[in-house]
């Protein structure tokens, strides 16, 4: 597994000041949010169907043994061949056994999350395989030796001039001397120096969107085609995908698609939808001689029934990073792992442990515009509460925070001594800060401090000021 960043805090200063992420930070806002807003506004029962797609995951996750089993028994009915594994590990070592067997040199990828989240590429080529990302973001970021950015855009950090320079070293070894610095010709010589990957490649790898239980197909949605090149051209296909990725039926996709494009994208569908069903048939044109799936539990199990069981209903699709004011501010990198912004705020510290990712759940303001967002209707505040909450009880929280929060908890049980401890408080800070009207340094407020003033109390508390409004209401009723 790729080692998680303990250094959330300076990386996320960092990010604040770098001025072409920042730049490239701006396409999410304009971009994304406004599309999907706009696909939604265009759709009267979305929310109908956001209700319907949300009752499709949780129908599955409370049976999910059956439907897994069910998938399996029509994938080996189709001629495939069905690999569990516990651990990136497992995935891993199932995945390179496999290359090995079909004697492969070469490895195509589509787009895969959990290809990240086992660190596959790194085990491809530590292994003497070439490992080539074809999903045109991914191969930016494969150039550019850094992991994804955000779940469906991974190279969105990247300006138009870094991928300039990027291609420009990389493509000089297959003769394209010239540097290309306007988008289609940059799409343009990806195109040809990927299409000579996918005719050569022994194995293909893409991830999954959804496992069909019905048919033992797997689905992908991509917008460049890239997928069904990395699954029909080479002699092996393997797909690898999260336990949770099953749903019963084909109409469930066909549901879940719905929601899943236009809260991802904006788009009503994406681009190509394919479903994979067992490998070539006597009377298939094209596909691969062999169809393998690994699907990973990595802590997901663990997940199912406790606190965290929702989560599992994530369908991937981003809207909860777009939305959310600090991954705007920060980009993915911060996060220090694949997965980013809300949702990787809870799952990295499920997946990787709380003393790896600790900072995770606290960055984060609770607006809850994530939750108004989520097409599954997570409830990504209260999930983070809850490793907070962890956090607290396992004692990995700082000194400082556990012995503010102590206090906190002894006054708020004591109403009358909160509101006078409180109310000296607040009278003490406004007779210092009189003069200034803030503060630079604060005792046990560092964090805030350090990088912005501290406005000095003005007035009464909010406590005062209700307490002499009720009176002066119940007095003007009393009259
Ligand atoms: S948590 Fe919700 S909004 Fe975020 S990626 Fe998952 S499904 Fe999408």
Redesign the pocket.
């Known amino acids: 597994m790729k080692p998680v960043s303990a250094q959330f805090k300076k990386s996320a200063q960092v990010a604040l000041v770098d001025a072409d992420l920042q730049r490239a930070m701006g396409f999410i806002r304009g971009g994304f949010v406004k599309n999907r807003r706009a696909a939604v506004e265009r759709l009267p029962e979305f929310d109908e169907l956001r209700r319907a797609a949300r009752g499709i995951k949780e129908h599955t996750l409370q049976n999910l043994d059956f439907y897994l089993q069910a998938f399996e028994k029509q994938v080996l009915a189709s001629g495939g061949k069905v690999h569990w594994a516990s651990t990136p590990q497992q995935a891993r070592d199932i995945i390179i056994g496999i290359c090995r067997d079909a004697g492969a040199k070469r490895v195509t990828k589509g787009k895969s999350m959990v290809g990240e989240e086992i660190a596959i590429n790194e085990a491809l080529e530590g292994a003497g395989f070439e490992a080539i990302e074809t999903d045109l973001g991914e191969y930016i970021i494969q150039l550019a030796e850094e992991p994804p950015s955000h779940?469906i855009a991974p190279a969105v950090h990247k300006t138009k001039a870094q991928i300039t320079e990027l291609f420009h070293q990389a493509h000089a070894r297959y003769g394209y001397n010239e540097r290309q610095t306007e988008v289609p010709a940059l799409v343009d010589e990806a195109r040809k120096v990927l299409r000579e990957k996918f005719l050569s490649a022994d194995v293909g790898i893409t991830g999954a969107n959804f496992l069909v239980a019905e048919t033992g197909s797997t689905v992908i949605v991509t917008n460049e085609g890239n997928g069904d090149l990395t699954n029909t051209l080479p002699a092996v296909h393997i797909v690898t995908a999260g336990i949770e990725k099953v749903v019963p039926t084909r109409e469930d996709v066909s549901t879940l698609l719905r929601v899943l494009a236009r809260?991802a994208t904006g788009q009503e569908m994406s681009v190509y939808t394919t479903f994979s069903t067992g490998p070539r048939r006597s009377d298939d044109l094209d596909g691969p001689s062999e169809f393998h799936v690994v699907l990973l539990d990595n802590g997901r199990s663990q997940m199912l029934g406790n606190e965290f069981h929702e989560?599992l209903?994530?369908?991937?699709?981003?809207?909860?990073?777009n939305h959310c004011p600090v991954y705007q501010g920060i980009g993915g990198h911060a996060y220090g792992w694949v997965y980013v912004?809300?949702?990787g705020a809870v799952l990295t510290p499920l997946m990787v442990g709380l003393e790896q990712a600790g900072d995770l759940p606290n960055a984060c303001t609770l607006n809850g515009r994530?939750q108004e967002?989520?097409?599954?209707g997570?409830g990504?505040p209260g999930l983070l509460r809850h490793l907070r909450r962890r956090q607290y009880q396992n004692r990995q929280s700082s000194r400082s925070s556990r012995a503010a929060l102590a206090v906190w908890s002894y006054l708020v049980r004591r109403p009358r001594l909160y509101r006078r401890v409180m109310g000296t408080a607040v009278a003490c800070l406004a007779r210092l800060g009189r003069r200034r009207g803030r503060f630079r340094h604060m005792l046990l407020a560092g964090g805030w401090t350090s990088v912005r003033d501290l406005p000095a109390p003005q007035g009464a508390s909010f406590q005062l000021q209700w307490r002499r409004r009720r009176q002066a209401t119940e007095g003007s009723h009393d009259r």
């Open positions: 779940i809260s989560m209903r994530c369908i991937r699709c981003g809207a909860c990073m912004g809300p949702m994530c967002v989520c097409p599954m997570i990504l």
